[in-house]
């Protein structure tokens, strides 16, 4: 490629656009006559524009063709794999699935094993708390027995009982959904969490431009910027 780029002559071109280039760092608008030499100025920047890219276009046009073609090998060799792919795609997730299913019904049921261990050794824990309290020689001897604080109870770990493959690992990824976004913007406007929400900046563009400097949004305001374009 860079040595394409180095048998591309663009000296003549270059000093065709070098006066206007120079031209537009010295230029100074203050009076409409210095604004009207200046619109005359963009007027042939604009022409040397055109005279840059008509250099260029055939060339690129040549590049262009020759990238059409390949992309097209490339295209029809990446639709011959796609039609090859996709049912062994399509099986990956079925199977997938049907994998996960089974996962996540074990993980729960292995996360109710453990609810009911723990809530059981909590129970054991209050029973010898009360009788502990039955015991006491004193009545400050009950009280501290029912009042002191218990340790979290010795609750061993309950795995799910899942199979393990070479060559296959198991991810789980969480993600959000937004199911009531009045309730949403409610909390990001009182947390103060703006960064949460992105502006529509199109559906707002496309106000501006219906209704120019009518636009009347809280928080928002119509921008107007002048460009020039030849004839």
């Not at 000296?11 to 537009?24: F, G, K, M, N, T």
């Not at 292995?110 to 824990?125: G, V």
């Not at 009042?147 to 070479?166: D, F, G, I, S």
Request: charged fraction near 30%; charge should be negative.
């Amino acid at each position: 490629m860079s040595e394409a780029l180095a048998t591309i002559d663009t000296r003549e071109v270059e000093s065709q656009v070098a006066p206007v280039i120079q031209a537009a760092d010295a230029l100074v608008v203050r009076d409409v006559t210095q604004h009207k030499s200046g619109l005359e100025m963009l007027a042939a920047v604009m022409g040397a524009e055109r005279k840059v890219k008509s250099f260029f276009a055939p060339m690129i046009e040549a590049a262009m063709e020759n990238k059409r073609k390949a992309e097209g090998v490339r295209q029809a060799i990446v639709a011959r794999q796609d039609e090859v792919l996709g049912p062994v795609q399509e099986a990956r997730k079925t199977i997938s699935e049907k994998c996960g299913a089974f996962e996540t019904e074990e993980r729960r049921a292995a996360e109710m094993t453990r609810k009911a261990l723990e809530e059981a050794a909590i129970k054991k824990q209050e029973e010898e708390r009360q009788f502990e309290a039955a015991m006491a020689e004193t009545e400050e001897a009950a009280e501290e027995a029912l009042t002191e604080p218990l340790p979290p109870p010795p609750v061993p770990m309950v795995r799910p009982e899942v199979a393990k493959v070479a060559g296959v690992s198991t991810r789980e990824t969480w993600s959000a959904e937004v199911d009531d976004k009045a309730a949403f913007l409610r909390w990001v406007l009182a947390s103060g969490k703006l960064y949460m929400v992105e502006v529509n900046m199109i559906q707002l563009n496309s106000r501006a431009r219906a209704e120019h400097s009518a636009l009347k949004i809280p928080g928002v305001r119509a921008v107007s910027k002048l460009s020039h374009a030849g004839r």
